[in-house]
């Protein structure tokens, strides 16, 4: 099987760095864009080749809950896990309700960061 393909977005350049490299070393090709407009770029352009996409919550010019509705746009069974160096709270939730696939806090470990991306991906 080949490998799975991650968008990972956040504004945070270490974020970025630590992320990417935790996602490859679970055996995942990894594209990144560092805010919401990047995204959906990168996601327009490589949207058959991307699994599922690991987006912050809150970024400059464009936060999740556009971002998300833009990639929605685009595909509408996409799967998004959010991630938030805060707790889940009132927009986390409703993002959620709204189709996103899971939530996980930063930092995160390699541990929990795959156990999320298996339960994401077990599901489709």
């Known amino acids: 099987m080949a490998a799975k393909t991650v968008l990972l977005v956040d504004d ?7 992320g990417k490299q ?11 864009a560092k805010n919401g407009k990047e995204a959906l770029d990168v996601y327009k352009i490589n949207q058959n080749d991307i699994d599922f996409v690991v987006l912050d919550m809150i970024m400059p010019e464009m936060g999740a809950a556009d971002t998300y509705v833009g990639l929605q746009s685009i595909n509408p069974v996409i799967k998004v896990l959010l991630s938030s160096g805060y707790g889940a709270d009132q927009q986390t939730s ?10 996980i806090q930063k930092p995160f470990s390699m541990q929990s960061l795959s156990e999320k991306i298996e339960e994401i991906l077990s599901r489709s």
């Open 12 to 18: 945070e350049e270490i974020v970025l760095g630590v």
């Open 22 to 32: 935790m996602l490859e070393k679970l055996g995942f090709s990894v594209l990144t």
């Open 94 to 103: 409703e993002l959620l309700s709204r189709g996103c696939s899971g939530f």
